[in-house]
Nanobody, 114 residues
Framework: QVQLVESGGGLVQAGGSLRLSCAVSGIIFGISPMGWYRQAPGKQRELVATISSPGRTNYADFVKGRFAISRDNAKNTVYLQMNSLKPEDTAVYYC????????WGQGAQVTVYS
């Protein structure tokens, strides 16, 4: 059974930082591209960042220079370090794995207040 479990969300003041984690089981994590997506109320889910199995990263323009995606293949975990958070970053953040098909986590709420 494939599981993606996000953690690390919460409430933070604008300008602050949070780190999201996504622990993965049930797939061969080391060869699976991973990504973080987010969905704000009333909006479509959007790409935040992706990381390939060798570690090549890609970011949405609105997080470049503020967020960093990384992975620890020994721990089957992908991270999203979020710095300089803005109220518009408020959303549910989802982890996604690309394996035999796409798998999603349950989401982690991030709320940024000004």
């Amino acid at each position: 059974q494939v599981q993606l479990v996000e953690s690390g969300g919460g409430l933070v003041q604008a300008g602050g930082s949070l780190r999201l984690s996504c622990a993965v089981s049930g797939i061969i994590f080391g060869i699976s591209p991973m990504g973080w997506y987010r969905q704000a109320p009333g909006k479509q889910r959007e790409l935040v960042a992706t990381i390939s199995s060798p570690g090549r990263t890609n970011y949405a323009d609105f997080v470049k220079g503020r967020f960093a995606i990384s992975r620890d293949n020994a721990k089957n975990t992908v991270y999203l370090q979020m710095n300089s958070l803005k109220p518009e970053d408020t959303a549910v953040y989802y982890c996604r794995a690309e394996a035999i098909r796409r798998y999603w986590g349950q989401g982690a709420q991030v709320t940024v207040y000004s």
